[in-house]
């Protein structure tokens, strides 16, 4: 055994880990300085400034240190090696990283090679009709950095292109003048972020300087300072070197757009200045490569760097995960194997119109909707808001009163119905006849107490009433002493009514002039008062009648707090301010004398008085009333205090409301806030707004869903086909869930249901069950065929009861004709014209569906109405899709004759047609989709898509349900040649409208037209300029001899 020297290495333990250490020490030095020479380096989580102060780099919109995070995506960018391009592929072919595959987003750490004439000017990347003032919705644009709308240049930092809703990428080189410390800073409306990377690779760009993280941010042009993180810290440059920088800038659509980067060296009362083309130079130059080259592109941690953030909740409903969205991947049952489960039945529908003389575009309105269950939550419940539709209220009502009418409050013990009774009577005030003016004789008092009526007032003699009342005289409760004389109201005059209208009392008799009158305005105002006998109607003031009144307002009564109502009469007003129209009778009677109560109860009382009920005539709670009022008698426009003769009569009433004040207590204000009942509860039921909705193409309200399919009804359905299926087959399959069931409904012959359920096989396998029945009526007839008398296979006798139960229930049957076929080709026929960028992304999504399904039963047919922005054929050659056709036309872009031909080169006419557009969003479904809902020679495919709105993304999406487009079309090209394809003659020239011709022609001949909503369906919001080959006004300019 040899002997190991334990005893000294004890001894010296403390020298042998010192010379590990020193070891360990070279070897990273040695490490260190290689990377150098390679141009890498071992960084730093933290780095100091040269005083030992600790650098506070800056934050980006997520909390993230900017540095760092730049750091992080090099040090991960550089742990692997950068993918070479294949031998014998195109480097700036769109797909040079494999099948399916997008873009790389690697970051750009090699610039290309710099000429001397790239100096003057920096490359400019625009990226329009995109809303929003964040640098971050920039980032969220589906097409941002790569395939900007226009690519140019600019000669100096400081752009200002006067337009709205655009974003702006500015990157290129910076050459400082001299070394030394330099410090920048950058001004713009809305937002933006300067970036500059410590050498000439856009890989090392770090954020130095920013204007807001919201949007809501913004500087005046030059204005530098405003915030703090407008100004970088001092950065040592070298007049030697350039480097790098990235310009980002986002606008809305309103204020002054710009954007400008100003500099100056890190000396005292140096001011900044904007950095001009003396200092700058080209990152490439572009101005030979078409749109789709990209190769060139740098990619930089600004251009991703806090784009597309995860949401932990989803703000949309459809969104959440669906059984739906991943179902056909689950193996089918064999379609075979189904046969002999259901009778077979005859299916014709009474909705079909065929042989119907239809208007014109009038297709719409025969296109009936699906009832779908479970729920798949297409209902955009985000866009709510302000779109209140899916709800049959108005929104005129909805805004004035909301949902309080579903909505029972609830009422303490003992508490009466006053409130319920004053509304419901209130509501019944709907003939304006019935009510009188200020000019009318039945005016309301603001005291509990009646008052006699004087026989005259300021030389004014008040007319008797025509007629005495119908009920007797009731004797007068005491007044209370030194009450003020109360103010005039006005008050509610019926003709004859036989129940009191309030407070018990019965309503005198209406004049006969108050039929004439135009009608009033309605309000709610608090009620304290008694009527006093109708005088006879003021004549009409020679400017004629009273102007005609606004519409009223009804406030809905609410309880009212107790108020006082000896309020203090209010000081006059200047004179002068009396609107016009024509002046009411000045009521003003006088103070009661003081008698006793016994008196006062033997008091004799004119005709026409009536008196309250003695169980309300001493509530000292408000009550609310509703009267009406002229245009002049708004209030506050008309409430001045008469002076001159009534002076020494205000005098005794503000002695005598300071003797009542001083026993009562402080006086209230007139106007008291409302009072707040926060113990308040109600009762409602359960409310299902699904049931008000009808199978009609609703063409008014765009973010309703599909409609809902009762429960109860679904479950029934499949219950009766899993005991048909069982008894089949033995007892072979156990249902595990429902995923969807469809219904079409037909209330004379039946409904047509898709069943799509998920089963397990009794060997352990799950399997999917997709297939048409028929639940038929008892009394259709079994002998029922279709209006065509056209049957491609033998119809089997069915007895006339063999769908019928024997308690004449409806029963389940097999429809003839209405199969659908899971491995049907589709085609999607796509016409383009310079849309560079939207090309490359349809494609990216179609080889992603090719990729994520694994179905190569699919091809795409661009129709090129020659591009000039990018080589198309080159494009779809390159592209990873199972099957494809490039087919070129001349002139101008026509939509219709596109499609058509698109159609026409299409040879199986068993195999479907999507006629299709360049801008929409697939989820991977779609197909799927499609051959379920297409059925030759009986249904065609009409998907409803969600338009999205400026700014939006698949991710967030707000928009609506294009409801009344049907431009997505999925039919059979059997059925598309027997309907006569497109209308290429009369949509020539024009583009809009020939979807709906043909849905009349489709309808016409027999089809049925499919019509739902389909989650995760999408049409991206895009710029229309430049489309179809149309110029500016200045390009033209420029392009004219």
Same mark, same amino acid.
């Given at each position: ?446 005291? %509990?107490? #009646?008052?006699? +009526?004087? =026989?005259?007032?300021? $030389?004014?003699?008040? *007319? &008797?009433?025509?007629?005495? !009342? @119908? ?97 203090? %009469?209010? #000081?006059?007003? +200047?004179? =002068?301010?009396?609107? $016009?129209?024509?002046? *009411? &009778?000045?009521?003003?009677? !006088? @103070? ?119 429960? @109860? ?329």
């Amino acid at each position: 055994m040899p002997w190991f020297p334990v005893k000294k290495i004890r001894k010296q333990i403390k020298l042998l880990l010192l010379l590990l250490l020193l070891t360990c020490a070279a070897w990273l030095t040695y490490v260190h300085l290689s990377l150098v020479r390679q141009g890498r380096a071992l960084r730093q989580r933290l780095g100091y400034g040269r005083d030992g102060e600790k650098l506070s780099g800056v934050t980006d919109g997520r909390g993230i240190r900017a540095a760092l995070s730049t750091q992080r995506a090099e040090d991960s960018s550089e742990s692997r090696e950068e993918e070479r391009v294949p031998e014998g592929r195109d480097p700036d072919a769109l797909f040079p990283w494999g099948a399916g595959r997008p873009l790389s987003l690697n970051l750009t750490r090699q610039a290309p090679s710099w000429r001397e004439e790239y100096k003057g000017q920096v490359n400019l990347h625009v990226f329009e009709d995109w809303c929003g003032g964040a640098v971050g919705h920039l980032r969220r644009n589906l097409h941002f950095p790569l395939f900007p709308h226009t690519r140019t240049t600019v000669k100096k930092l400081a752009v200002s292109p006067k337009w709205k809703n655009y974003g702006l990428r500015i990157f290129g080189f910076i050459h400082p003048a001299r070394d030394g410390d330099v410090q920048f800073s950058v001004a713009s409306d809305d937002n933006s972020e300067f970036w500059l990377s410590p050498t000439e690779s856009p890989a090392g760009a770090q954020l130095v300087a920013f204007v807001g993280k919201t949007g809501s941010e913004w500087t005046a042009p030059g204005e530098f300072t405003k915030f703090s993180s407008q100004v970088s810290k001092p950065r040592r440059l070298m007049a030697s070197r350039r480097y790098y920088f990235e310009l980002l800038h986002k606008q809305d659509d309103r204020g002054s757009d710009h954007v400008e980067v100003g500099w100056r060296a890190f000396l005292p009362g140096l001011k900044f200045e904007v950095i001009g083309s003396a200092h700058i130079s080209l990152y490439t130059d572009e101005s030979a490569l078409k749109m789709d080259h990209v190769a060139h592109v740098p990619q930089s941690p600004a251009s991703h760097v806090g784009g597309r953030l995860l949401q932990e909740e989803p703000r949309a409903d459809m969104l959440r995960p669906d059984p739906r969205d991943t179902f056909f991947l689950t193996p089918r049952v064999e379609p075979w194997s189904l046969e002999n489960v259901l009778e077979p039945c005859t299916y014709a529908p009474t909705y079909v119109v065929k042989d119907f003389p239809i208007a014109r575009y009038q297709g719409l309105q025969f296109v009936y909707l699906s009832f779908v269950y479970p729920n798949d939550h297409t209902r955009l419940t985000h866009m709510e808001t302000d779109n209140k539709c899916f709800y049959r209220e108005s929104p005129l009502y909805l805004e004035r009163f909301g949902f309080y009418k579903y909505m029972k409050m609830d009422r303490e013990e003992g508490e009466e119905d006053e409130e319920e009774e004053v509304q419901r009577r209130a509501f019944l005030f709907l003939n304006p006849d019935d009510f009188l003016d200020d000019e009318d004789d039945g005016e309301l008092l603001d005291g %509990p107490e #009646p008052t006699e +009526a004087p =026989g005259t007032q300021g $030389g004014r003699r008040l *007319a &008797a009433p025509t007629e005495a !009342p @119908a009920t007797p005289a009731l004797p007068t409760p005491p007044a209370p002493v030194g009450r003020p004389t109360p103010r005039r109201s006005r008050a509610l005059s019926w003709a004859v009514r036989p129940l009191p209208l309030f407070w018990g009392r019965a309503p005198p008799p209406r004049p006969a002039a108050a039929a004439e009158r135009p009608p009033k305005v309605y309000v709610t105002r608090v009620r304290p008062g008694l009527r006093v006998p109708p005088q006879a109607p003021a004549p009409l003031s020679p400017r004629g009648p009273p102007r005609p009144p606004f519409p009223g307002v009804f406030l809905r009564p609410r309880p009212l707090p107790r108020v006082q109502l000896r309020a203090r %009469p209010r #000081p006059p007003r +200047a004179r =002068g301010r009396r609107t $016009g129209g024509p002046q *009411a &009778a000045k009521l003003r009677p !006088p @103070a009661p004398a003081p008698t006793t109560q016994g008196s006062r109860e033997g008091q004799a009382r004119e005709p026409g008085l009536t008196a309250p009920t003695t169980d309300s005539n001493y509530s000292s709670e408000a009550q609310p009333v509703t009267s009406f009022l002229s245009l002049s008698q708004v209030p506050g426009e008309n409430e001045e205090e008469e002076e001159g003769d009534d002076e020494e009569g205000a005098q005794g009433e503000e002695a005598a409301l300071e003797d009542s004040e001083e026993k009562a207590g402080a006086v209230r204000g007139r106007w008291q806030e409302d009072a707040v009942n926060w113990q308040r509860t109600f009762s409602v039921g359960s409310v299902d707004f699904e049931v008000l909705r009808s199978d009609w193409n609703d063409l008014r309200c765009n973010v309703s869903g599909n409609l809902q399919l009762q429960e @109860a009804e679904a479950v029934d359905v499949v219950a009766q086909y899993m005991e048909r299926l069982n008894a089949r087959h033995g007892g072979r399959y156990a249902l595990l869930r429902i995923v969807n069931v469809e219904k079409r409904r037909d209330s004379a012959r039946g409904s047509r249901f898709l069943l799509e359920l998920e089963l397990q096989e009794r060997g352990g396998r799950r399997l999917r069950l997709s297939e048409y029945v028929f639940l038929r009526l008892p009394r259709v007839r079994a002998g029922d065929t279709d209006g065509d008398g056209e049957s491609p296979e033998p119809a089997p006798a069915v007895s006339p009861a063999a769908s019928v139960h024997p308690d004449g229930r409806p029963e389940l049957c097999r429809p003839l004709r209405l199969a659908w076929r899971q491995d049907v080709m589709v085609h999607f026929i796509v016409p383009v014209k310079n849309q560079a960028r939207w090309v490359v992304q349809f494609l990216a999504d179609m080889a992603a569906l090719h990729i994520r399904t694994g179905d190569s039963r699919f091809s795409v047919i661009l129709v090129d109405f020659e591009s000039d922005d990018m080589d198309v054929e080159r494009a779809l050659r390159a592209a990873p899709l199972p099957r494809y056709q490039y087919l070129r036309r001349s002139g101008n872009f026509e939509r219709s004759a596109g499609l058509q031909a698109g159609v026409a080169a299409v040879e199986d006419a068993s195999s479907i047609v999507f006629l299709c557009d360049l801008h929409i969003h697939f989820p991977p479904s779609i197909l799927d989709g499609i051959r379920k809902h297409c059925v030759e020679g009986k249904l065609a495919f009409a998907p409803v898509v969600m338009r999205l709105g400026c700014g939006s993304s698949p991710g967030d999406p707000h928009g609506y349900w294009e409801v009344n487009g049907f431009g997505l079309f999925g039919i059979y090209k059997s059925d598309f040649d027997r309907v006569g394809g497109m209308n290429t003659e009369e949509f020539r020239d024009q583009w809009g409208g020939e979807d709906w011709e043909l849905l009349d022609r489709v309808l016409q001949a027999g089809l049925e037209v499919e019509r739902l909503r389909v989650r995760n369906f999408y049409h991206h919001f895009h710029s229309k300029r430049g489309m179809w080959g149309v110029h500016s006004r200045k390009a033209a300019r420029k392009e004219a001899p």
